[in-house]
């Protein structure tokens, strides 16, 4: 089962010709989710060929508009195309009342449900086939949340070998072995689905942080993250400055990453719009001084998420 994160816009604050504001879509086995929706996303959404309509949530951090600019414009799209199942927006209080006035003052044409949850308290926002999404809280000048996509452990390898052992028949006890269901075979023996299989394996998880002071809380909640996307939006000298403003630098992230046990990659993102693209590199090296594993994402950058085993 794929599982694919696109950066659709790697800025913050104010869009630049090569940086969209925040924002990222996750691409599970075909079904699309967006978390944050920065100006600029409908082009990268059209020049990634990504299937709009497929976005079944889209997850805010928060209401600033750096990071809720693009959705009027999305809502006005998915009403060109063939759009039968509805859409969920999930965010902080007040996403709902942006979403209402955008819709009444815009007088927008919507041909589909769409479905607003402000978040109530941390922990299970959305729940889909194999995976939930979960919210934690973050530091900021308004109330904003972090978010981890998680997939549910999978079964253990089958081992045909010790079903032949066992003498069951190749077919439909192989399969439902494999669903985790005990059998009984024709002479009155029952093989449980530990007699063939091995030990259930992790899924993947995909961790969302942005526009926040560095607490440690956020350690604990990305833990085991194979994609750590995380906002480095300054260098260490302008750590005070990033501090008055509930912002982290690209260190800060990467000590985050380093202390969490089993995280795979960090991947920086929410760029001050006045670091150049040579200055960016300088904001890597200081990242990658604590956590090795860290990258700049740019706009329309890709990073498959695999399966370990």
Known sequence: MNLEAFILGCGGMMPLPNRHLTSVLLRREGELFLFDCGEGTQVSL??????????????????HADHVTGIPGLL????????????YIIGPP???????????VLDMFINYEIIVQEIASPGVV????????????????????????????RPGEFHPQKAQALGIPVGKLWGR??????????????????DVMG??????????????????EIATHVIGSDLFICEGMFARDLTEDAHSKKHMTAEEAAKIAS??????????IHYSPRYTEYELKQVLKEAQAIFPETVLTRDRMVFPIEYVD
């Not at 006005?76 to 859409?87: E, H, K, T």
């Not at 007040?94 to 009444?104: F, Q, V």
């Open 259 to 268: 202390s969490s046990a089993g995280l795979k990659k960090l991947a920086l």
């Open 199 to 216: 030990q259930p394996r992790q899924g993947r998880k995909f961790s969302f942080v942005t526009d926040s002071l560095a607490i440690p």
């Open 94 to 104: 007040k996403i709902a009342e942006y979403i209402e006035a955008s819709r009444r």
């Open 177 to 194: 072995l494999q669903k985790g269901e005990t059998v009984e075979l024709d002479d009155g023996r029952k093989v449980n689905p530990s």
């Open 76 to 87: 006005m799209l998915s009403s060109q195309v063939d759009r039968d199942d509805p859409l």
């Open 46 to 63: 059209r020049r990634l060929n990504l299937r709009w309509k497929k976005i079944s949530v889209i997850f805010i951090s928060h209401t």
């Open 126 to 153: 959305y729940r889909g086939d194999g995976f939930h999404v979960r919210c934690f809280p973050l530091s900021h000048t308004k109330p904003c949340y972090g978010y981890t996509l998680e997939e549910d452990t």
